[in-house]
């Protein structure tokens, strides 16, 4: 099985940048889809951010695009997503996963945590 552990998260003020990268192991030889996720205090975790193998094509959640990049390094092994313009409500733990998976509970890892401040 594939596992995550993610890195990068800081704390940053409003505006500022951040870039997260995600670190695939295990069974990674048919990684195709990935995708960020967040999480903040008392909310449901949602998608941010997904890209197929290769990186040839990503979306975003409506409320990130044109301040976040999704994307892999060329062993594919590496996710990164780059924060630019980043506000408060962005403040989270960021994770990544497959989304065919995060449904299930012992799929995510311990993720990063991201605080913007006004």
């Known amino acids: 099985q594939v596992q995550f552990v993610e890195s990068g998260g800081g704390l940053v003020q409003a505006g500022g940048s951040l870039r997260l990268s995600c670190a695939a192991s295990?069974?990674?030889?048919?990684?195709?889809?990935i995708g960020w996720y967040r999480q903040a205090p008392g909310k449901l975790r949602e998608l941010v951010a997904v890209?197929?193998?290769?990186?040839?094509?990503?979306s975003y959640l409506d409320s990130v695009k044109g301040r976040f990049t999704i994307s892999r390094d060329n062993g594919e092994n590496t996710i990164h997503l780059q924060m630019n313009s980043l506000k408060p409500e962005d403040t989270a733990v960021y994770y990544c996963?497959?989304?065919?998976?995060?449904?299930?509970?012992?799929?995510w890892g311990q993720g990063t945590q991201v605080t913007v401040s006004s």
């Open positions: 996963n497959i989304p065919s998976r995060a449904g299930q509970d012992d799929s």
């Open positions: 295990g069974s990674t030889r048919r990684l195709n889809i």
């Open positions: 890209v197929n193998s290769g990186g040839i094509s990503a």
